[in-house]
């Protein structure tokens, strides 16, 4: 795929990991099924649950990366049960490669997604992503493409504040802080 088409793709289509797939009927049949947000209990999704709770204008919040048990990278934590989706080579641009994406949902033109790489407290950028997805009016104060990045660059530093390490992500917790209802 040349340059402009690759661009042009990555702008036209939502994140897989936020709702939309494209599957064909005979695949809909065997749809996985993935862990419940609520019986996350890492921090990571204790992380996702606060920035919802301090942010009205985000609508799902993602973390994606590796886990400690190895193999490819999948959602670790989000708002949605989604737990442990495989990521898509967007997701992998982002937390391996260290790009950031921003894509209006085609699907769902009331919303806005930006996937960012996530760093750790020292400012070290980690092998994970954290992608969120805002409410969006086109014209609206704030919703155009600089307003919605200085937002989500705010939010993730708010959480990279938070990340002493990556293995922090992961660490246990006995039940959620939550101040938000999904």
Do not use: W
């Not at 985000?58 to 999948?74: K, S, Y």
């Not at 969120?132 to 660059?153: K, S």
Request: proline residues 5%; charged residues 15%; aromatic residues 10%.
């Amino acid at each position: 795929m040349t340059p402009i088409k690759t661009l042009l793709f990555a702008l036209a289509l939502p994140f897989t990991a936020f709702g939309a797939t494209i599957t064909s009927t005979s695949a809909a049949a065997a749809t996985p099924t993935y862990g419940a947000a609520a019986k996350n209990l890492i921090f990571a999704q204790q992380l996702v649950y606060d920035l919802l709770a301090k942010h009205s204008d985000l609508v799902i919040v993602g973390i994606h990366g590796i886990p400690p048990t190895g193999g490819n990278g999948t959602i670790i934590a989000i708002n949605l049960d989604r737990i442990g989706k495989p990521d898509d080579s967007d997701d992998d641009a982002v937390a391996v490669d260290h790009k950031t994406i921003m894509a209006p949902n085609v699907l769902e033109p009331s919303k806005f997604e930006i996937a960012t790489p996530l760093f750790d407290a020292a400012g070290n950028m980690l092998n994970f992503s954290i992608n969120m997805v805002f409410n969006y009016q086109a014209g609206r104060i704030g919703d155009d493409l600089l307003g919605l990045f200085t937002r989500a660059y705010a939010y993730r530093q708010e959480v990279s504040k938070r990340v002493i390490s990556s293995n922090i992500l992961f660490q246990p917790v006995s039940r959620f802080n939550i101040s938000y209802c999904g």
